[in-house]
């Protein structure tokens, strides 16, 4: 379980992380190394993939490119029970808890657990919540789920615990990539102080400010995506 401890470690010693989220459909495979290379410059700690409609065998070729060149973990973040590669180190084991279609609360995990169960992946179970951010985004659309509302801290609260509860070792507030707003800093404050297992919080940051604001609110990890795809310039653009 070495990825989940040491993302357990960071909390204890109040280390934050970061995640670098690459849609394997999106890559633009001429600029492919330098692309590695500004993952190696930035602060991540992580790599995520994953992506609404991702096929295997160009995700098995671009874990195996990271790998040659790239220490970090890489974590599949998976759309669905088909894009598992064992080339990556660990998977986020996703139940949408915000949701109320069983297929994305069991259905996809029981087709995906023969599977997984073949694979050396480090399966790591996470409550996925999704927090409304001004527009519908592709997790609403591809799960036909209502996110929760982004005023109601009490029900993201409630959500998170009842995760932690029925034992998910990490909980995920997502607004969703590309989102309109981020998920509301009161929100990952109340969720951060009323858990003990890491928080998540990831879509629609777009700014250092908005990774150190997370942070600052009670984000273990903060998942960067769009901003990053948009620009690999993004990490420096403080420096320059
Ligand atoms: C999406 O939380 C991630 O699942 C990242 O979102 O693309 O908006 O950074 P962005």
């Not at 357990?8 to 109040?14: E, F, H, S």
């Not at 790599?47 to 160009?58: A, C, R, Y």
């Not at 607004?175 to 998920?183: E, F, I, L, R, T």
Request: with cysteine; aromatic share 4%.
């Amino acid at each position: 379980e070495n990825i989940y401890n040491q993302i357990l470690n960071a909390k204890l010693n109040r280390q934050k992380l970061l995640a670098i989220l690459l849609d394997p459909d999106k890559i633009i495979w001429s600029e492919i190394d330098n692309l590695i290379a500004k993952i190696n410059q930035s602060p991540a700690s992580h790599v995520f993939i994953g992506g609404s409609l991702v096929q295997n065998n160009i995700l098995d070729k671009l874990i195996l490119k990271i790998k040659e060149s790239c220490i970090l973990p890489v974590v599949l973040f998976p759309g669905n029970p088909s894009q598992i590669s064992n080339q990556a180190d660990g998977i986020l084991f996703l139940s949408l808890l915000s949701g109320r279609n069983s297929d994305y609360l069991i259905e996809h995990q029981v087709q995906a657990a023969p599977i997984l169960k073949e694979t050396d992946l480090e399966i790591i179970s996470t409550g996925y919540i999704l927090i409304e951010s001004g527009s519908e985004t592709a997790v609403q659309r591809v799960s036909k789920t209502k996110p929760l509302d982004r005023k109601n801290d009490s029900l993201a609260l409630a959500t998170a615990q009842a995760g932690e509860m029925l034992g998910k070792k990490l909980i995920y507030l997502e607004a969703g990539s590309g989102a309109k707003q981020a998920v509301p800093l009161t929100m990952i404050d109340l969720v951060s102080r009323n858990i003990e297992i890491p928080l998540i919080v990831g879509g629609g940051i777009v700014s250092l400010q908005g990774i150190q604001d997370a942070y600052e609110a009670g984000a273990d990890l903060v998942v960067i995506g769009t901003a990053f795809e948009n620009n690999i310039e993004f990490f420096n653009l403080d420096k320059i």
